[in-house]
């Protein structure tokens, strides 16, 4: 290696360094923090390395909110709402990329359009009509208004467009109806898709906070992020840090694991959703 | 359309395969969108509070907010936030994008690591620079001390917890940009780039008549996402001041005003108001870019 060569090589290292520090290193001093009791945080001089290294912040955080059912609620939530959106979603897909109809791409500017509208311009009206449902402090008030997704529908007919058809034309001459061929060809082939936009929206809902702030604030609904923004102490009180650290170690680890393990449908997702513009 | 699968296909038979795959889909469009939509901007002309019956009032929401000096102040932080963190993440952004897009051995853990504060929920996100934006046990001012600056109060103080919010914010979600302008990035021919070589450019040439000009529309692209995402900021704000700081009493942005009108004084008509005034201004803004965008953005095909 030439010297000059060596040189960009330690720069692209020391920055490639620094960038890893950069992203991680907060998430260590959360992880961190939350290992070491309260008077241990406390210190002028922080040490990365709890030591001594303690568990009392996560009992605590047990004390303070219910966990087991918070966590549930979180994983629940997402869950039904990914199943929910999937099916709807890629349902309405297939009318949209493989039906004629008169009128189709008037509703599919429609559809886009709703895009545009900010979540902010919608959460009131959808209070309003959440509360009259009765629905306030349901899984209900959580999961039915997000079902129909007109990102999902819009990301799955993109993709239905670009899949070759002479699969379910040769089923369709076989005497396959439909359904058949959407289940049975169509979904197969669409897994990609299907898996970017299972995760996008499992992440919606498991990270969601000004919906579910206003629509699901009892304990037995209540999602993580609600229950972990509510950890903070008072004006007076101390906020215990080492608690909610312990808070955003429960709630980020799960997510943190479902991108590490399906890292390409996330890069995937984000590209093609980039591509709308 | 010859290759559609509906030929031979017609009348109620057709129909009902359309209405059963779109209806469940539709239904919820309509009535959690759709309908909300007709709804806030109905409300938007009412006085209600939710409890007593609504009152028509014609357009005195949107005069009251002309004189709102909170909504005014809010809207003035919304534009201070984005006036620092749009430059700040369009440029963090692409040069982190240039970098990842080298064949270096090891760049996919730098993408993968990158990408962590993206899929991070803002509460969590919110909280971990909370902590390490504290003044006097936060890891950010203890690294200052370190080579002899005094940290400030950062999120006590309003002109500090700005700043600091920008940085958390911009930190979230440089990942995110970057693999937008990847994505930019690997849709540029190599034939540009050997072009360019056979000519001798130099790296830095490559780079400014090369890779940036070809970049233009992403770089377009990625200015409107951000402008249109911090127009709504929300979270950060909500969740980052310390309590009952001046920060906390100052830093308001536009969403988390209309969230105060609504759900703490119970102002759904003059939030609702707000909130379209908000759309309002995106919409026009938006407009205003895609205009805009014959004068710096090049595209191939013209």
């Given amino acids: 290696m030439k010297p000059s060569k060596l040189g960009v090589r330690l720069v692209q290292i020391s920055i490639m360094v620094f960038l890893v520090l950069l992203m991680v290193l907060p998430f260590l001093w959360m992880l961190s923090t939350s290992l070491k009791s309260q008077q241990y945080i406390l210190q002028t001089t922080p040490q990365l390395i709890p030591d001594p290294l303690t568990f009392e912040s996560y009992t605590q955080l047990a004390d303070r909110v219910n966990l087991g059912r918070t966590f549930f609620n979180s994983t629940f939530v997402a869950l039904v709402t990914m199943v929910g959106q999937l099916v709807i979603s890629s349902m309405a897909a297939y009318a949209f990329s493989r039906m004629e109809w008169r009128g189709r791409n008037t509703l599919f500017v429609l559809y886009l359009a709703t895009m545009m509208i900010p979540s902010v311009v919608l959460v009131i009206p959808q209070f309003i009509l959440v509360r009259s449902l009765g629905w306030v402090n349901s899984y209900a008030a959580l999961i039915i208004p997000s079902l129909s997704s007109a990102f999902g529908t819009f990301l799955l007919r993109q993709f239905f467009m670009g899949l070759p058809k002479d699969f379910e034309e040769a089923a369709f001459i076989d005497g396959a109806n439909y359904f058949t061929i959407f289940w049975r060809v169509t979904l197969p082939l669409a897994q990609p898709a299907l898996a970017t936009l299972a995760i996008f929206s499992f992440m919606g809902s498991w990270n969601a906070y000004l919906w579910p702030l206003f629509a699901a604030r009892r304990e037995e609904v209540m999602t993580l992020p609600i229950a972990l923004a509510t950890l903070q102490a008072g004006p007076r009180a101390l906020t215990e840090w080492n608690m909610v650290m312990a808070g955003s170690v429960v709630s980020v680890i799960p997510i943190l694991v479902v991108y590490l393990l399906a890292q390409r449908w996330f890069v995937q997702g984000v590209v093609s959703s980039g591509i709308k513009g | 359309m010859k290759d559609c699968l509906m030929i031979g296909m017609s009348g109620w038979r057709k129909w009902g395969w359309v209405a059963l795959f779109l209806a469940p889909s539709l239904i919820g469009l309509m009535v959690f969108i759709v309908l909300p939509i007709l709804t806030s901007f109905w409300v938007s002309f009412q006085d209600w509070n939710l409890l007593s019956p609504p009152k028509f009032i014609w357009v005195e929401n949107y005069q009251s907010l002309l004189n709102d000096n909170a909504f005014w102040r809010s809207m003035g932080y919304t534009l201070q936030f984005i006036v620092i963190y749009v430059p700040g993440a369009f440029a963090c952004g692409l040069a982190l994008a240039l970098f990842l897009n080298q064949k270096i051995p090891g760049i996919l853990v730098v993408r993968t690591a990158t990408f962590l504060p993206v899929v991070a929920s803002w509460v969590v996100v919110s909280l971990i620079w909370k902590w390490l934006f504290n003044p006097a046990y936060g890891l950010i001012n203890y690294g200052l001390a370190g080579v002899g600056i005094e940290g400030p109060a950062w999120l006590f103080e309003t002109n500090t917890a700005l700043l600091a919010i920008v940085i958390t914010s911009i930190w979230k979600d440089m990942g995110y940009i970057a693999l937008l302008y990847l994505g930019g990035l690997q849709n540029i021919s190599e034939v540009f780039y050997e072009a360019a070589e056979i000519d001798g450019a130099s790296r830095w040439q490559i780079l400014r008549y ?93």
């Fill in chain 2, 210 to 302: 090369v890779t940036l000009p070809l970049l233009t529309p992403t770089m377009f692209f990625v200015l409107i996402t951000l402008l249109i995402n911090y127009f709504q900021m929300f979270e950060q704000v909500w969740l980052m001041p310390m309590r009952d700081s001046a920060a906390d009493r100052q830093l308001e942005v536009v969403v988390t005003e209309v969230v105060k009108n609504a759900f703490s004084y119970n102002r759904m008509g003059y939030a609702s108001a707000m909130s379209w005034v908000l759309f309002a201004i995106i919409f026009a803004i938006t407009f205003v870019q895609l205009r805009l965008q014959k004068a710096w953005v090049y595209y191939e095909t013209e």
